[in-house]
């Protein structure tokens, strides 16, 4: 039905016809421009076209023109209006419709890629792992030049972004045009989004107590890196814990763990007390294995939690006398032996594991 040149590509170049088909298919002019008079909430189309602004800032971002200039100078023809229409059209962009693309051709392009059999395998069977991470949107350099220097310039807004692994998209942003701005301030509509079932590997930034509880309670996951008050009550939390029989009267299990969630609760208040207790029954049912066993080990690239891997090799009580197991920080090239370290009754110290003659993954 295309004609014989058509036919000669798919031939030859049977991917590069279909990521064209699947952008066209996409981010065609005629579906951009229906989208945006759905999306929109302030602006209006008049004479210039979305699908126009849309295929300029393209050619800027992808370096075919270094301009907005230049590249409406390259097809003028096709834009039929003015360069200050198409740069009062830019200024006039609402953060919800840049958000909303995001989502828009993230949605359509997910099943076009499940189709096609292009999703990486997952990095942790079971989740749906999300990244995010906070981008500052960098300042324009054609900027006034008397304002370059000046410590009063208008600053840059900063958005959250949403990167998933398994397709291979960023699915979800948060822009914010106020360059003053915290990326903690966009917390709320990013929990919105968080869904059950969800691991959300996360920076420094986003450990804070009532954001990570807001994802546990959702029934979904987190991997943060801690900040120095999540640190500082751990740290208090094993201090507490075997240093407590020192004292008379103190020695209890019952005793220690009381005296441990009063300092959650002046640490970190009632949601971190909550989430305290679940973590804290969620390890005990764990038989055999001590209060944190929730290390992970990577055996060619698969990651296993060292619990279910000391179980399969019949070393289910090896960390009995352990606080924390902390962190595997090496692993033997056939994955028998590991290395790292934890908190043991007696202090923080490093640990080797021999797992036997024959590993057996659980």
């Not at 075919?64 to 039929?80: N, T």
């Not at 419709?97 to 993230?106: K, Q």
């Not at 410590?151 to 822009?175: H, M, N």
């Not at 179980?311 to 692993?331: H, M, P, Q, S």
Request: include cysteine.
């Amino acid at each position: 039905m295309l004609g014989d040149v058509f036919e000669r590509f798919v031939q030859k170049s049977p991917l590069s016809v279909m990521v064209r088909a699947s952008l066209e298919r996409v981010l065609g002019a005629d579906r951009l421009d229906l989208w945006y008079e759905r999306t929109a909430q302030k602006q209006y189309t008049r004479e210039l076209l979305f699908s126009s602004v849309y295929d300029l800032m393209n050619q800027v971002v992808f370096c075919v023109q270094p301009s907005i200039r230049a590249a409406y100078r390259a097809q003028q023809d096709d834009v039929a209006t003015s360069l200050v229409s198409v740069y009062s059209k830019l200024n006039g962009l609402e953060t919800h419709t840049s958000a909303e693309l995001v989502r828009y051709s993230a949605r359509e392009f997910a099943p076009l890629i499940e189709h096609m059999g292009g999703e990486h395998a997952p990095w942790l069977e079971g989740y749906r792992v999300k990244i995010v991470d906070g981008n500052c949107l960098e300042a324009s350099e054609h900027r006034v030049q008397e304002l370059r220097e000046a410590k009063g310039r208008a600053l840059p807004g900063k958005s959250l972004v949403v990167y998933e692994p398994a397709p291979g998209l960023v699915t979800d942003v948060f822009p914010c045009e106020d360059g003053h701005a915290q990326e903690r301030s966009l917390f709320g509509p990013l929990l919105k989004t968080v869904e059950a079932g969800d691991l959300w590997i996360e920076d420094r930034n986003f450990c804070t107590r009532n954001f990570l509880c807001d994802i546990d309670n959702l029934g979904a996951f987190f991997v943060s890196r801690w900040t120095y008050s999540f640190a500082g009550v751990g740290m208090a939390s094993m201090l507490v814990w075997y240093l407590a029989p020192l004292v008379p009267g103190l020695d209890g299990y019952l005793v220690r763990c009381l005296l441990i969630l009063g300092l959650v609760i002046v640490w970190g208040g009632a949601n971190g007390a909550i989430s305290w207790i679940r973590r804290r029954r969620e390890n005990t049912l764990a038989a055999g294995l001590t209060e944190d066993s929730e290390a992970i080990v990577w055996i060619d690239r698969r990651p296993v939690y060292l619990k279910d891997l000391l179980r399969a090799n019949g070393l289910a009580r090896a960390f009995d006398t352990w606080i924390r197991t902390g962190e595997v920080t090496d692993v033997s090239p056939d994955g028998r032996i590991l290395v790292g370290w934890g908190a043991s009754l007696a202090g923080f110290r490093g640990y080797i594991v021999i797992l036997g003659s024959k590993l057996t993954m659980p």
